[in-house]
Structure formats: C-alpha cells, structure tokens
C-alpha cells in the first residue's frame, strides 16, 4: 500500500541522547514536511524539503535536524534529546511543494526523560 | 496566513448529518480553505478544500459565504468512525506556504 512508513512507532529515550526518527514514502512526492503534535497546540512544522537536496526551516526547528539526500527518505535528527521534545511526531509528503493535499504517517511517539 | 477559529468541540448523533463551522474573517483573495481531520491515534487525513464556490466530494460538502469570512464543513451522514478531531485551515496555494494547524473541534458521534 502507497503512502508513509515512519520508525519507530514508540520510543523511550533519555535526555542528552541522540535520536533519529525515520520516514520513507513511496509516492515519489517532491516535498515532504515533519510536525509534531503537542495537546492544546495542534501541529506544528518543524522542517520541510520541497525537493531532493534542499530543505527548510519550518515554525519551531530549534533542536532538530533533517537531510533529504533521496526523494523517498526525509529522517528527523534530535542530537541532543531534551524533556520538551517529548511529543508525537508525524511526518508528511506532497506531490508538489504547497499542493492541496497532504499525505501523513501514523506517527512516532517519542518520551524524553 | 489568515486566522481560523473553531468551537472546540461538538457532539453529532450517528447518521445524522454534523455540520462544523469555521470564521475565517480575515481570510484574503487568494486563499484557499482547506478540512483536514485526525481520528484518535492516526495521522491528519486530508477531506476537502475550495476557495470560494462550494465543493463536495465522497467524503464531505464544504460551503463558503459570499464574503468567504466563515465555511461549514458537512458529513452528510455521520459514522462512529467519524469521530475525529477537525481542522479548518486557510492557505495561499504556494509553494511558499506550509500548512499551520490550530486546535481543531473534536467531534464526537455518538449513536
């Protein structure tokens, strides 16, 4: 089936750790988009890429890091993991960079302790 | 981009039509109104957009005011599986813009 895989599903990480959340699609879409999702804030973009090899900042991307060396991977870096990132994470792509449509993953739950 | 605002929640009977309002008075000529909704657990799914006629798909109407200052978003028939939380969102159609969600109206169907 079509669409965003991201890994893991769950994760329990100490703070000061490293962490990499992964996503890949298999749309071939252009653009691709990480949010997370915090109670009472809704979603917020953290960064994007509207193509292979570039990427940008999105509203809050203080503390993370993104490459997008292919179409298909977009992998959301966390160097040094602090308690406010404890959040779901959900990564998006599009066809196009600002088309209508949005397809997202089911998310990573990532705890920070 | 322009400002939404929604209740933050409502209750529906199970098939009955659920008719979800947004204000969007500050909303300016080229942009668009986009639903996207979030049932528990999952990813935001994209439902429907329009800028300023009326649209409906297999999965909902939206209805945009003349003066384009507030929608309804409407499920003709709502489902259990229709409880979700429902984001209304204006937007350029950019590739400058990226989506901004605000807190949305859970929406509870009750049967």
């Known amino acids: 089936i079509a669409g965003i895989t991201q890994a893991p599903t769950s994760q329990i990480l100490a703070a000061g750790r490293r962490m990499t959340l992964r996503c890949t699609q298999d749309?071939?879409?252009?653009?691709m988009y990480w949010y997370r999702q915090d109670l009472g804030l809704g979603l917020r973009l953290i960064h994007y890429?509207?193509?292979?090899?570039?990427?940008g900042k999105g509203e809050v991307p203080d503390g993370y890091s993104v490459s997008r060396a292919n179409t298909d991977d977009f992998p959301l870096t966390l160097a040094s993991a602090v308690p406010s990132q404890t959040s779901v994470y959900f990564c998006?792509?599009?066809?196009?960079?600002?088309?209508?449509?949005?397809?997202f993953g089911a998310g990573s739950r990532l705890t920070v302790l | 981009d322009a400002k939404t605002t929604q209740p933050p929640s409502m209750d529906c009977a199970e098939g009955r039509a659920a008719n979800l309002p947004c204000n969007h008075s500050t909303i300016s000529g080229n942009e668009y109104v986009y639903w996207y909704r979030q049932i528990h657990s999952q990813g935001p799914q994209y439902i429907i957009h329009g800028l300023k006629n009326n649209e409906t798909n297999e999965m909902a109407s939206l209805i945009i005011t003349e003066d384009r200052k507030s929608s309804t978003l409407i499920l003709p028939h709502a489902t259990l599986r229709d409880t979700a939380v429902y984001y209304c969102i204006v937007r350029p159609r950019s590739n400058d813009y990226k989506l901004s969600f605000g807190a949305g109206t859970t929406v509870t169907v009750r049967a």
């Open positions: 998006a792509s599009s066809a196009q960079p600002g088309a209508n449509v949005l397809t």
């Open positions: 749309m071939r879409h252009n653009a």
């Open positions: 890429s509207n193509t292979a090899g570039t990427t």
